[in-house]
């Protein structure tokens, strides 16, 4: 049954009939217990976190869930993308079982996406199946990774190539939580909110434009509007296509290219909104390339990402530079028969999947690359 919930600063609905769930949108959320009233009943509760997270946000989200469940059990994974593997995955598991916890009890995932990908994908396979909740803490799982139901752990030779699609029962984005974000961090959420201008909505890019010292500094009205407004766009998509048989692939605008920078460096060495703003410079330049956008068009984008404290340089993989991307490319889930398929910007604020010659693949990398 879908899950009811008190009403909140603001609300967006992710449509999906009976796994339909609300996004709650707003400052203070987290330490609130109202916040959680109207999920499954349970006796237990397990909080997923990290060593970085947990010291900061864990305890007031102990206190709030206290009146909800007779237990509430808190685990803390090591920090870091590195760690978004199957032994890790393990820990949670192992926390579960050791303390006998049933098929109802619910997970709440307290982190960024590395934390939500993980406790998702744990809480779809528990006893094949059980509850959870996102509260995500990064700016990036507010405006993406906990809305959606994409869960995931890496394979060495893969990003997110273990998962599956299974929904939260709510998203609790508390505003006042961004507050302790590394700068860097803050940076590496603008990709994905900048991500959302060019594939579905060009107004707001020039909002985004506009309004970027205020997010930087973390104006809050800034961030509520920047988190709302990429999760509708984002509910718009994942309502029409939940498994990504076709339209939620423009969400990976960016992705192609960032996929293979994060493989390619290892994981953890470039972030992965760092990857993805990089990545969106690589797939705007094959976009005009392939003469679907102008010089013009890259160059605002570029301009954005670069003022957004992200870089729009790719890095050098290997000696065969343009090789190992291509190599890393054709990984990418959204492969066919061994054909890349690339989001490339088709007329601003439209986005198209398509395949692209190798050599002119080869001509971007070449372009976009720092030189060896
Ligand atoms: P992250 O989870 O590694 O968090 C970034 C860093 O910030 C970590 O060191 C974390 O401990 C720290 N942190 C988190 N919240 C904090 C806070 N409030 N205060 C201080 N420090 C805090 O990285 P991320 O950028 O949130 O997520 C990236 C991951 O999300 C990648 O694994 C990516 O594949 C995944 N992702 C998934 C989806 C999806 O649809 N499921 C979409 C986009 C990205
Ligand atoms: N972050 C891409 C998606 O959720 O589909």
Same mark, same amino acid.
């Given at each position: 049954?879908? &899950? ?43 909080? @997923? ?32 993308e590195t760690y978004k593997d199957w032994a ?5 598991f192992d926390t579960l079982l050791a303390h ?30 059980? =509850? ?12 993406? &990774?906990? @809305? ?33 974000? =590394? ?80 493989? $390619?460096? $290892?994981?953890?060495?470039?972030? #992965? ?19 679907? @956008? ?19 340089? $790719? ?48 001509? @971007?990398?070449? #372009?976009?690359?720092? =030189?060896?």
């Amino acid at each position: 049954m879908p &899950s009811t919930a008190p009403t909140a600063a603001q609300r967006v609905t992710i449509a999906l009939g009976e796994r339909s769930y609300p996004i709650l949108i707003g400052p203070g959320l987290l330490g609130q217990p109202d916040t959680y009233a109207g999920l499954p009943v349970a006796a237990t509760a397990l909080i @997923v976190s990290n060593t970085t997270v947990a010291p900061l946000h864990a305890e007031r989200l102990q206190r709030a869930l206290a009146p909800h469940y007779s237990r509430v059990l808190q685990l803390a994974l090591p920090d870091g993308e590195t760690y978004k593997d199957w032994a890790h995955l393990q820990r949670i598991f192992d926390t579960l079982l050791a303390h006998a916890c049933d098929r109802k009890t619910v997970l709440f995932a307290l982190g960024g996406g590395v934390v939500g990908d993980m406790t998702g994908f744990a809480a779809a396979s528990y006893m094949r199946g059980v =509850p959870f909740v996102q509260v995500p803490t990064t700016l990036l799982a507010q405006v993406d &990774s906990s @809305v959606g139901g994409k869960t995931a752990i890496n394979h060495p030779l893969g990003k997110n190539m273990i998962g599956a699609f299974y929904q939260p029962q709510r998203v609790v984005c508390d505003l006042d939580v961004l507050g302790t974000l =590394p700068a860097r961090e803050l940076s590496a959420g603008l990709a994905e909110v900048i991500k959302y201008g060019p594939i579905a909505d060009m107004a707001f890019l020039d909002w985004i434009e506009a309004q970027l010292p205020a997010l930087l500094a973390r104006q809050p009205q800034a961030l509520a509007h920047a988190v709302q407004r990429s999760c509708e766009i984002k509910a718009h998509v994942v309502g029409q296509d939940e498994r990504e048989s076709g339209l939620r692939a423009i969400l990976n605008f960016g992705h192609t290219f960032g996929h293979a920078i994060e493989a $390619g460096m $290892g994981y953890g060495a470039w972030l #992965h909104g760092e990857a993805v703003g990089c990545g969106m410079v690589m797939a705007a330049e094959l976009s005009a390339r392939l003469g679907l @956008v102008d010089a013009a068009f890259v160059a605002r984008l570029k301009r954005l990402i670069q003022a957004a404290g992200l870089p729009v340089t $790719g890095p050098q993989l290997a000696e065969d530079n343009a090789g190992r991307y291509i190599e890393l490319m054709r990984l990418d889930k959204k492969s066919e028969a061994g054909e890349i398929k690339f989001v490339l910007i088709d007329g601003p604020g439209r986005a198209a999947v398509r395949g692209a010659p190798d050599a002119l693949v080869r001509e @971007v990398i070449d #372009h976009c690359c720092a =030189p060896a």
